[in-house]
Nanobody, 122 residues
Framework: QVQLVESGGGLVQAGGSLTLSCAASAPAFSSYFLGWFRQAPGKEREFVARIAWSRSSTYYADSVKGRFTISRDNAKNTVYLQMNSLKPEDTAVYYC???????????????WGQGTQVTVSS
């Protein structure tokens, strides 16, 4: 059983930064693909970023490319999402997800955290 717990959300002004963390309790954590997704009110959950087990392979949604950075620390079983130059349209509940073969859609992930709220004021 894999458990994921996000933290680090909050309220920030436009142009500011936040770092989200997701701590995992999972055997063989280092072999999982890890993803970040977000869901704004009234919208479907959307892909934000993904990192492979090797850490050298990352992928971002066009909307966050150049502003967000995903990283992982396999020794700490933790994945991070560094968010810079935040915009009001980044406001959403952010979820981390894990799967041995996670891709770029939420249907490809088996395990999910409870989510953390990020609110960007204009």
């Amino acid at each position: 059983q894999v458990q994921l717990v996000e933290s680090g959300g909050g309220l920030v002004q436009a142009g500011g930064s936040l770092t989200l963390s997701c701590a995992a309790s999972a055997p063989a954590f280092s072999s999982y693909f890890l993803g970040w997704f977000r869901q704004a009110p009234g919208k479907e959950r959307e892909f934000v970023a993904r990192i492979a087990w090797s850490r050298s392979s990352t992928y971002y949604a066009d909307s966050v490319k150049g502003r967000f950075t995903i990283s992982r620390d396999n020794a700490k079983n933790t994945v991070y999402l560094q968010m810079n130059s935040l915009k009001p349209e980044d406001t959403a509940v952010y979820y981390c997800a894990a799967d041995p073969s996670g891709g770029f859609t939420d249907k490809t992930y088996s395990y999910w955290g409870q989510g953390t709220q990020v609110t960007v004021s204009s």
